[in-house]
Every structure is written in C-alpha cells, then in structure tokens.
C-alpha cells in the first residue's frame, strides 16, 4: 500500500488561533474522535478522514479514554493508525484525551480522584503507542472529590511529561474559576476549557463561562457545535439510515428531533444560503464568533463532512441583520 504523504498546502488554508494567553495555536476546526472511530466502525474509513484532516491543515485530533464504543477503543484505532500513517508528524499534531466518566468497575474507574486520573492516563498512552499527550482533561467535575486533589492529578501528570499541558471539560463557571485559580498556584495553568456550544445549547452565554474563560486566560474548545448533526442539512426530510440518531449507541436521539427544532433548522438551513454556506458551516461559524472560542470540535463519518466543515472558515464573519435572523429564528 502507498505511504501516505500529506498535503504540501496544509497549512495555507486553515486559520489558526492562539489558545488563551498561552503559547499554543489551535486549528478553528479539530477533529473529535467521539464517534465512529470505534471497535464497531470501518477503520479503513478512519484513516481516510484522519488523512484528509491533516491534508487540511486540522492538526488537533481530541479523544477520551471512554470513546468508543467499546470504551478504549477509539484511542486503540487512533494509536493503530498514527503508527502507520502519521509515525514521521507526531510532532506537528496536538493529541488530547480526558478520564472523568465511568471506564473500569470498581471505585477507582471514573469521576476524579488522583488514582483514577492518573491511571485512566497510562491506559490511555498504552492504547495510543505515545509516550504523552499534548493535552489531559478531566472530563467532569466530580461532586465528592475535593478540587484540589482533582487539580492535582492534572498537575502531576504535566509535572511527569506524559502530558504538556492541562485541561477541563464540562464545567460551570464557577468551578472553572476555582479550578484555574488552584492549577495557577501550582505553577501549571489551565490551558482549555472544553464546553458544549451551539445555537440549540447555549448555557456557556447564561452561565457567564465565556466571561470566566477570558478574564483567566483559557482557551475554549467547543464540542457539538452542530448539535450532534441536527444543525446540518440531514434531517431536514426525516432521519436518514446510517446517521448518529439512527444508531441505539448515538447520543443524538430520535425523540430530540422534535418538529418545532425542525422547524428553526429548515429556517436556518434558508439562511445559510444566503450566506453561501451549507447549514453545518454557518453553525460553526457561528460558534465561532465569539472571540474566546478557541476551536470547534467537529465529528464526522465521512471525508465530505470534513471538507464541508473546514470551508466554514472562509465566511466567519456574521452582519449585524444575519445575527438578528438568527436570533429571531431561535426564539
């Protein structure tokens, strides 16, 4: 089989942002490895939609240890695939992977103790063949964990370099204040923060965490910025065979996709093409109008959805009547 050799011209079309006021730059779209890159999916079509990624200039590829499914399995694919395809680039790519939701029985295979964590992370670099990761999450606060000892973990993994940098997921503003506040003390700061966002979702407005995000210098990475599909043009006549809500393992339910939603989204679909975008990429531009949002965190199951969503960044820029459509379609 040929080698795979990647694109001359992927870095001359993707935008890149600076995460935080830190040193690193983030793609505006990252590819996430939450669904179909499983044990149950075609790994010969994972390693075409990694390959066009990197041909596209996408070099964040973000994972978790309970990704699947099964669970462990989507880093089990990725390690398979970066060892056979992308062995010479490791450094050109940022590679991210969390532990917080269930992985292992027992008391010590989830939520945030030190234990877990730092475990969960060993299992997940044995999966993936590497010796670090460029980021660590914790995936949810814990409620009976203290925060310091959550903060902890992540600090001693970077501390260890089996992770270059640290990260949460999933938390409100107030505990993303607190746990910022802890890991600056201990002299690794916060690099990112990994939210749901998008025009379906928006408690990252109502909570205030963008405002937090920005005053402590964190970077935000969104994930479902298309609302786990129903912000593109999929299922505007039904739902199609093949796609997330039809599958019993997919998070998008078919009971989610109410008339009222379908509604809003043939409105919005109308107004992409004024813009001359498909739905999907006035979503993630969308998104990304907001000057703290680092990257938006896309899924796909095709070559085609990759390519659709990376064009999104050549319109980012919304009028002041397009915002007012939006928001009047929304309400």
């Known amino acids: 089989m040929k080698k795979y050799v990647p694109a001359e011209t992927r870095y001359s079309g993707m935008k890149y942002n600076r995460c935080g006021r830190s040193g690193l730059k983030l793609p505006a779209i990252s590819l996430g490895l939450w669904h179909n890159f499983g044990g149950v999916d075609d790994i010969e079509n994972c390693r075409k939609m990694l390959k066009k990624a990197f041909d596209l200039g996408i070099t964040h590829f973000d994972l978790a240890n309970n990704y699947g499914p099964p669970p462990g399995s989507a880093e089990s694919n990725f390690g398979k695939i970066l060892k056979k395809d992308f062995a010479g680039y490791r450094d050109e790519m940022v590679i991210s992977t969390k532990a917080g939701y269930y992985m292992w029985p027992g008391p010590y295979g989830e939520w945030g103790s030190r234990k877990y ?48 940098y640290a990260g949460i997921s999933n938390y409100r503003s107030s505990q993303a204040e ?80 109410t008339e009222d939603k379908l509604v809003k989204v043939r409105a919005l679909n109308e107004l992409a093409k004024t813009r001359d975008q498909s739905l999907a990429q006035m979503a993630l531009a969308w998104v990304m109008r907001r000057k703290t949002v680092t990257s938006a965190l896309i899924g796909a199951s095709s070559v085609k959805q990759i390519e659709d969503c990376v064009s999104a960044t050549k319109n980012l820029e919304f009028s002041k009547d397009e915002l007012e459509k939006i928001e009047k379609i929304l309400k």
């Open 178 to 257: 607190d746990a910022s506040k802890i890991l600056k003390s201990m002299g690794v700061p916060c690099l990112i923060h990994q939210p749901s966002y998008n025009m379906f979702n928006r408690w990252v407005e109502d909570d205030g965490l963008l405002d937090v995000l920005e005053t402590e210098g964190i970077g935000c990475i969104v994930f479902s910025p298309l609302a786990q599909g129903l912000l593109t043009d999929r299922y505007l006549k039904g739902i199609p065979k093949g796609s997330r809500a039809s599958k019993e393992h997919g998070f998008l339910k078919k009971g989610n996709i």
């Open 117 to 164: 964590l730092l475990s969960s992370l060993e299992q997940s670099l044995k999966r993936m063949g590497i010796d670090h990761v460029d980021i660590f999450y914790h995936h949810r606060p814990d409620p009976d964990t203290p925060l310091e000892e959550t903060m902890s973990a992540l600090e001693h993994a970077v501390r260890q370099g089996k992770a270059i």
